[in-house]
C-alpha cells in the first residue's frame, strides 16, 4: 500500500496518538491530529490530506457527517469514520456515498490498513468512472455533431 497523508480527527487524545502510532507503524504520514469537525475542516483545506480518519461517539455522529460532506464539497477526500457501534442508519449513508467509509469497533490495526486501502481505491475507482463518464460525453457530442443532415441527401 502506498503511503498516505492522513488527517486523524478524534477528542481523546491518547486515543488520536494511539491511532496515529498505528498508522505510522504502516509507513503512513499523519500531518495533523485535531480534536473538533471545525479544527478537520481548516486542517483539510490547508494539508490536502489524502485520507482522513475521523472518530465518532453516538452523539457525535451527525455533526460528524456534516464535517465530512463539507469538506467533500470543496476537496474529494476519502473519510474514514471510526465508529464505536454499528448503526443502520449510518450504513446507509455509506452505501449512497463512495467516499465514506465506517469501521466498527472494536478493530484491530488491519482492520484499519485494510479499510483505509479500500477507501483510496474506491476513490481512484470513482475518479476513473468520472474520466470514462466525461470522455463518453464527448464521444456523444461528437456523435450528434455528424447527425446533422448534409443538403445533398435531402
Do not use: W
Amino acid at each position: 500500500m502506498a503511503q498516505k497523508r492522513i488527517i486523524v480527527v478524534e477528542n481523546q487524545a491518547e486515543i488520536a496518538l494511539n491511532i496515529k502510532t498505528e498508522l505510522t507503524k504502516f509507513g503512513h504520514d499523519v500531518p495533523a491530529i485535531v480534536a473538533s469537525g471545525e479544527e478537520a475542516v481548516l486542517a483539510a483545506l490547508r494539508l490536502k490530506p489524502d485520507l482522513i480518519l475521523m472518530a465518532l461517539t453516538q452523539e457525535e455522529e451527525i455533526r460528524g457527517l456534516e464535517v465530512a460532506i463539507l469538506i467533500n464539497k470543496v476537496l474529494t477526500i476519502p473519510v474514514i469514520f471510526l465508529m464505536a457501534h454499528a448503526d443502520n442508519k449510518i450504513d446507509k449513508l455509506e452505501q449512497k456515498n463512495g467516499t465514506y467509509s465506517f469501521l466498527h469497533g472494536p478493530y484491530n490495526a488491519q482492520d484499519l490498513m485494510s479499510t483505509i486501502e479500500n477507501a483510496s481505491q474506491r476513490l481512484e475507482d470513482m475518479d476513473e468512472i468520472r474520466r470514462l463518464n466525461q470522455d463518453l460525453q464527448l464521444l456523444i457530442e461528437k456523435i450528434e455533431k455528424l447527425r446533422i443532415p448534409l443538403p445533398i441527401c435531402l
